[in-house]
């Protein structure tokens, strides 16, 4: 998949690191002349050096035939603009941009654009490492609105059904892994010890969660 990370700070430098590995052709815009050293000896793609918004910066960096873009720079404005141009003028399939405010994230979200807000998320999974240490989420989506949790059957699961452990629209079973194979059950499905039971679980319900998998003070279940 061809690939442009424009922005190359802490964010941008590690997501075209992970594509390049991943064996994408990844394409890299910065301002900065020195983002070779940056990147590292492993980064195996290209380097454009401009401003990530301009159109003959995005042309030279190949976005008519990108299959992918990402803004990661520090500037919400910039990534909003670059991922317009992106998707609106260029027709890129697959946009994202990083935001700081979660305001706007959400505003532009609703024009169509896939962003990802660092602040919203970051505060988010604090509160829930605070509040939840029972539960720390393996993966977050959209701004941490629902999350995925994983843990072992309890004694007081086993011999239950999925259709015990869910709360529609809130809380749901997305897959189990048993002896070392997942699937995705159905209500019906008995739980069984040693079954690692993956939740999808709506922020706003974490307290009727812990309440359904019966974690009380002290994390004793």
């Given at each position: 998949?061809?690939?442009?990370?424009?922005?190359?700070?802490?964010?941008?430098?590690?997501?075209?690191?992970?594509?390049?590995?991943?064996?994408?052709?990844?394409?890299?815009?910065?301002?900065?002349?020195?983002?070779?050293?940056?990147?590292?000896?492993?980064f195996?793609?290209?380097i454009?050096?401009?401003?990530?918004?301009?159109?003959?910066?995005?042309?030279?960096?190949?976005?008519?035939?990108?299959?992918?873009?990402?803004?990661?720079?520090?500037?919400?404005?910039?990534?909003?603009?670059?991922?317009?141009?992106?998707?609106?003028?260029f027709?890129?399939p697959?946009?994202?941009?990083?935001?700081?405010?979660?305001?706007?994230?959400?505003?532009?979200?609703?024009?169509?654009?896939?962003?990802?807000?660092?602040?919203?998320?970051?505060a988010?999974?604090?509160?829930?490492?605070?509040?939840?240490?029972?539960?720390?989420?393996?993966?977050?989506?959209?701004?941490?609105?629902?999350?995925?949790?994983?843990?072992?059957?309890?004694?007081?699961?086993?011999?239950?059904?999925?259709?015990?452990?869910?709360?529609?629209?809130?809380i749901?079973?997305a897959?189990?892994t048993?002896?070392?194979?997942?699937?995705?059950?159905?209500?019906?499905?008995?739980?069984?010890?040693?079954?690692?039971?993956?939740?999808?679980?709506?922020?706003?319900?974490?307290?009727?969660?812990?309440?359904?998998?019966?974690?009380?003070?002290?994390?004793?279940?």
């Open positions: 998949m061809k690939t442009i990370i424009m922005g190359c700070g802490r964010v941008g430098a590690q997501v075209s690191r992970l594509m390049s590995q991943d064996g994408h052709d990844v394409t890299v815009i910065d301002c900065d002349e020195n983002i070779g050293e940056k990147l590292g000896p492993e195996r793609g290209n454009v050096i401009g401003v990530g918004f301009y159109r003959d910066v995005l042309i030279r960096a190949g976005i008519e035939q990108a299959d992918a873009f990402a803004a990661t720079s520090d500037s919400d404005n910039a990534n909003i603009v670059a991922a317009r141009i992106a998707r609106n003028i027709h890129v697959r946009v994202v941009a990083r935001l700081f405010d979660p305001q706007r994230a959400e505003i532009y979200r609703r024009l169509g654009l896939s962003t990802i807000s660092s602040t919203a998320w970051g988010e999974r604090i509160r829930e490492v605070l509040t939840h240490s029972e539960l720390d989420a393996r993966l977050a989506f959209g701004s941490g609105e629902v999350a995925l949790h994983t843990l072992e059957a309890t004694p007081a699961m086993i011999g239950r059904t999925v259709n015990a452990m869910v709360a529609p629209g809130e749901c079973v897959a189990i048993r002896k070392d194979k997942a699937f995705i059950p159905v209500l019906g499905t008995e739980i069984r010890a040693g079954d690692m039971l993956h939740f999808a679980v709506l922020a706003a319900a974490m307290d009727r969660f812990e309440q359904l998998l019966g974690i009380g003070e002290g994390g004793q279940r």
